[in-house]
């Protein structure tokens, strides 16, 4: 634990008047879960809307409900994405089929999604990674004609638009996360959007059988939340970020998670969602539209992923090779740069899934687990901590100071970059 200026991978917006204000909820009640409800079946033009306890929560929602309708029992997810997208599908009961990703665009490698797509397959989760709009379009004319269904995987992407259109509008059914590290959050927190009404009723029998959370889930959550609004600051996140015990950014896969209804109290903080929620995106464009500029001005061993309508939940960035990535992580972390490794593995290599997965490689992915790096975008950095990053990126990743300067902190770097923080957007 170093005392210094230290910043986290991501900021969500987060009001302490709300947040304080969100208390009296604690008797439960459910005026705000019916307001925010409407709005977002509103604003994105959905059957209807859903809201239950995490994004986990509500891609597991979403397949039992396919689930329901199907004898299909495939599901087609990225190679490369966070961990609780497959421990929702093996929770829900279904199995993972991998498809391996394209790591200019971090979207599908279509030619090999093309094969894996055939009569077993029950759905395809396209995934919006770090706010970067993959071609769910493209994905629903693969899938049409062959009667597989799309599922958007919007978590990273609250607030994202691709060509006019709202993400989380594409698919046939989407969900968000209200996670700690995401667009925006409420702690823990999952939305589910419907398109037509066919599946709005299939998810909404599976949401009938949903229990409320606990009381006591919703007072820790509530309690979690307010240690972050207090710590997220980088004047203080050197506390929380060095107590190991918290397993800040960790991505695990599990599948003992709870599937509950969002309960009032965080429905509460979610009010005035809209108006948050694109302050929040837009400091991020501008703030990752100047590293992109920043970084085109430097060595060239580093390309920014970005579309010109991306969020930016964080920044993108792939390097040469794994040893420039390892270099650049372990001086971010001596420095307090929040730069993030993101997910320590291609899903393939999850222990968990041996035998449940086709055992073959997927390039792609692992060359994105060896270059990418992605850059904070949130509001507290400033001008000095674009500086400091940028200047990570133009050290040569094999010159002398590409060695942090003392040996502790070396080992204690090494460590942390094998536990490897997925930014707490985990
Ligand atoms: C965070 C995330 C999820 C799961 O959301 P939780 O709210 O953390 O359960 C799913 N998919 C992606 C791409 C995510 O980043």
Redesign the pocket.
């Known amino acids: 634990m170093k005392l210094q200026r230290t910043l986290p991978p991501t900021v969500a917006p987060i009001s302490l008047r709300g947040l304080l204000g969100a208390a009296v909820r604690l008797w439960g009640g459910s005026a705000c879960r019916d307001r925010v409800r409407q709005e977002l079946k509103a604003h994105f033009g959905a059957a209807d809307a859903f809201l239950v306890s995490?994004?986990?929560?509500?891609?597991t929602v979403i397949l039992r409900a396919l689930m329901a309708r199907s004898t299909r029992r495939r599901v087609v997810i990225p190679a490369y994405?966070?961990f609780?997208?497959p421990s929702?599908v093996v929770k829900a009961g279904v199995d993972v089929v991998l498809c391996d990703v394209e790591p200019s665009t971090l979207d599908f490698n279509y030619s090999e999604l093309e094969r894996l797509l055939d009569d077993r397959v029950l759905c395809v989760v396209s995934?919006?990674?770090f706010g970067h709009s993959s071609d769910v379009n493209r994905v629903k004319r693969l899938c049409q004609e062959k009667g597989i269904l799309v599922v958007e995987?919007a978590?990273?992407a609250f607030g994202g638009r691709s060509e006019n259109a709202l993400l989380g509008s594409l698919g046939d059914v989407s969900?968000f996360?209200?996670?700690r590290?995401?667009n925006l959050t409420c702690g823990?927190?999952?939305v589910i959007l419907a398109k037509s009404a066919a599946l709005a009723q299939a998810i909404s029998e599976q949401f009938d059988e949903l229990e409320e959370s606990p009381r006591r889930e919703v007072l820790k959550n509530w309690l979690e939340m307010l240690a972050m609004r207090l710590f997220i600051h980088p004047a203080v996140y050197w506390i929380p970020s060095g107590l190991p015990f918290l397993r800040l950014g960790e991505t695990r896969f599990y599948t003992d998670?709870q599937v509950y209804r969002m309960d009032e109290v965080r429905a509460h903080q979610l009010l005035g969602w809209e108006k948050r929620l694109r302050q929040a995106n837009e400091e991020r464009i501008s703030c990752a539209n100047s590293f992109i500029h920043g970084l085109a001005e430097s060595t060239g061993n580093a390309t920014p992923i970005a579309g010109k309508e991306s969020v930016f939940l964080r920044l993108p960035v792939l390097v040469k090779d794994r040893a420039m990535k390892q270099s650049i992580c372990r001086r971010s972390q001596v420095v307090g740069a929040g730069l993030s490794p993101n997910y320590p593995a291609t899903i393939q290599e999850i222990p968990e899934l041996a035998g449940r997965i086709e055992a073959r490689g997927v390039p792609g992915a692992q060359s994105v687990v060896e270059r990418l790096v992605t850059l904070p975008t949130h509001r507290y950095v400033r001008n000095n901590d674009r500086v400091k990053i940028l200047e990570l990126f133009a050290m040569n990743s094999d010159s002398p100071l590409a060695t942090p300067p003392t040996g502790t902190d070396a080992d204690r770097d090494a460590d942390s970059l094998h536990a490897c923080s997925a930014g707490h957007?985990?």
């Open positions: 995490s994004g986990k929560a509500a891609l994405t966070c609780s997208v929702a995934t919006h990674l995987d978590a990273q969900f996360s209200l996670g590290g995401k823990t927190g999952g998670f957007a985990g």
